[in-house]
């Protein structure tokens, strides 16, 4: 019996194509048995008959999409769900001071929220998480913003992107929101920006220097905690 052993690319252009293709074009192209084309959709749970979901909105290149992927860069987390090479599942878990930030990601995306406690030793948080998965469309966002499982440690390459200015600020916007912070200095009449990332993110933190410096004249630097975590 013959087994095939599927690559990314290949479960991509599934995704991409399974709407477009018959599974016989789908076989042809990919060389392989039309049988084993069905057996991968089904895996990959491409029905051809399921609607468009609302998190389609995230590849409509408006800046409020921009701000919610970057957003989701910083505090959203990309997942592989059974034997799939792809991410395919989003969830964002926060404090409960932030359930109506959620909820407005959830409208836009089609979801909802729930909460919850997490217990440690030592006291319980409440949260508010949002998850959701979609086998054709969280692949193709993961694509176009070179998104990974996993992203602590494989991070995207921002430098990858080919967007304009509006688009990148937006998306430095909701990473401000997600892993920044801005708050006025004591004593002075002036305010500082500050963005905490793990340090394998350390030249995505120089990109947003260059962006921002590029629109603003403002300069920043980067600078490394006993947290190995990139500080701008």
């Known amino acids: 019996m013959n087994i095939k052993t599927w690559h990314a690319d290949e479960d991509l252009f599934l995704i991409n194509n399974c709407k477009k293709l018959t599974y016989e074009q789908l076989g042809i192209t990919l060389n392989c048995p039309i049988h084993m084309v069905r057996s991968r959709m089904i895996k990959l749970k491409l029905d051809k008959g399921v609607k468009t979901r609302e998190i389609q909105s995230l590849l409509d290149d408006s800046l409020e999409s921009f701000y919610w992927l970057g957003f989701l860069l ?102 401000i929101d997600g892993d920044g912070s801005i708050y006025k200095i004591k004593g002075y009449d002036r305010f500082r920006l500050k963005i905490n990332m793990h340090a394998t993110w350390e030249d995505n933190l120089n990109f947003v220097n260059e962006v921002v410096h590029s629109y603003s004249n403002i300069v920043s630097r980067n600078s490394l905690t006993d947290k190995n975590e990139g500080t701008q």
Request: proline content about 4%; charged content about 25%.
């Open 74 to 175: 910083a505090d959203g987390c990309f997942l592989n769900q059974r034997d799939s090479l792809i991410p395919t599942k989003l969830t964002v878990l926060l404090s409960e001071n932030d359930e109506l930030h959620l909820l407005k990601l959830a409208k836009k995306l089609g979801g909802k929220i729930k909460k919850r406690v997490i217990k440690n030793s030592f006291s319980k948080t409440p949260v508010v998480e949002f998850c959701v998965s979609d086998c054709k469309l969280i692949p193709l966002v993961c694509n176009k913003f070179d998104i990974k499982s996993k992203k602590t440690y494989n991070q995207p390459n921002f430098r990858f992107y080919k967007f304009t200015i509006d688009q990148l600020l937006s998306l430095i916007i909701g990473l």
